[in-house]
């Protein structure tokens, strides 16, 4: 039989497509699972177990989150990117990555199809399709529940017509766990006005006490928490669950989906929330006004076209350059407070501070011109208005 590579989560709808592909299409079925900080090592082992059970001949478990960090949350940090300045791309910069593998393990086994269990209507199967199409042309591409448009309740009898009853019961959020945020989907997102509940958030608050933490950046990068280093995974995963237990991070982001009808998704993010917002004020202490203000025009394209799936546009390694080359003097140190259900930045220290100079305090002391020549800069600053209202009288 013709081998098949099927993106697997171990849920309902990936569940029916290895039975759909192995009996309804004939295909040998290869299963697997690219984790992205998402899964558990028991929860790895429970999904391969299942995968076998429902026919995978073989499951491979994937985790790539040295990968996922050094490939895009870097330069997500590096461009404090959230869309809409809200979302830091959880859930969609991880399905890029995931698809890379997918792609990878269907060529390292010979397979002549990838598949994988997104819906039609929704920003995944976009993500998927267009790295498999850029990656690996001569692979079809099966997608069983966009083609069979198929209920859950159909999906189930489906499933139980060859023995599997495992149990299906719809949670009633919809919870995608990776190391970069965690995407919270309810009845409430499906509305305009309606705000997720307390107890729709996985992590609830433990803590009530004020408690002060020190971010360590160096080129940008996340080497240390409270004056511990190591490497910025493990950083990241610290911190998660340090500011989890304030149930920080939680919104919902409202964006325009790929294919262009609007979408309402929860989120709680602690972690990149509290490292962007922290590496982007160290930013304003380091960086001159035009570094800051270039790197926000293309940290916002990079941004989009990550979330919509173009990562391969070579344009995206430009501006990856770009960002990197901005980190230089981007070290310091970042104090923030805990608080519950949200955090203040305290300062910065920085050996590249520039607000440490010579030449004055902003509002107080000027240590580097004279008072002439500041009338004399502004008067020659504001000559392109005079110009102006001298030629055209309007009313201000």
């Not at 599997?164 to 305009?192: D, H």
């Not at 950046?217 to 340090?242: H, S, W």
């Not at 149930?247 to 609007?262: F, L, M, P, Q, S």
Request: hydrophobic fraction near 40%; include cysteine.
């Amino acid at each position: 039989m013709d081998k098949v590579v099927l993106a697997y989560s171990g849920g309902l709808d990936t569940s029916f497509c290895v039975k759909y592909l192995k009996h309804e299409r004939q295909l040998e079925v290869y299963t697997i699972l690219v984790n992205t900080g998402g899964f558990s090592e028991a929860e790895l082992e429970d999904t391969e177990k299942r995968a076998l059970e429902l026919g995978s001949s073989a499951h491979v478990n994937k985790t790539i989150l040295e990968t996922f960090y050094q490939k895009a949350i870097k330069y997500l940090v590096f461009g404090n990117v959230l869309k809409n300045n809200t979302y830091p791309l959880s859930v969609s910069a991880e399905r890029i990555f995931q698809a890379i593998e997918v792609i990878n393990y269907a060529k390292e086994i010979g397979a002549k199809y990838i598949a994988h269990g997104s819906t039609g209507a929704g920003n995944d199967q976009i993500r998927f399709d267009v790295i498999f199409q850029t990656l690996a042309p001569e692979i079809e591409i099966l997608t069983p529940i966009r083609d069979l448009r198929l209920s859950r309740e159909q999906e189930v009898d489906y499933l139980k017509q060859y023995g599997v009853n495992y149990s299906w019961e719809k949670a009633q959020y919809s919870i995608n766990k990776g190391i970069w945020g965690t995407s919270v989907g309810g009845k409430e997102t499906l509305t305009s006005q309606n705000p997720l509940p307390e107890e729709a958030f996985p992590s609830q608050l433990q803590k009530s006490e004020d408690e002060e933490v020190v971010l360590h950046f160096e080129k940008g990068e996340l080497i240390g928490i409270n004056a511990l280093k190591n490497d910025p995974v493990t950083n990241i995963q610290y911190l998660e669950k340090l500011a989890s237990a304030f149930a920080i991070g939680r919104d919902i982001h409202v964006g325009d989906t790929i294919i262009g009808i609007k979408g309402r998704v929860g989120f709680e993010a602690a972690a990149p929330l509290i490292i962007i917002k922290a590496h982007h004020l160290l930013e304003k202490h380091v960086l001159t006004k035009w570094q800051q203000y270039w790197k926000e025009q293309l940290a916002n394209w990079y941004g989009m076209l990550l979330h919509e799936g173009n990562y391969l546009d070579p344009v995206m390694r430009n501006i990856e350059a770009f960002l990197t080359d901005t980190q230089k003097n981007v070290t310091g140190e970042v104090t923030v407070k805990l608080k519950p259900y949200h955090f203040i930045l305290q300062g910065v220290e920085s050996a590249y501070d520039l607000m440490k100079s010579d030449f004055g305090q902003y509002g107080e002391m000027n240590n580097n011109w004279t008072a002439e020549d500041a009338k004399g800069f502004i008067k020659i600053y504001g000559n392109a208005n005079k110009i102006y209202h001298n030629i055209n009288s309007e009313k201000v």
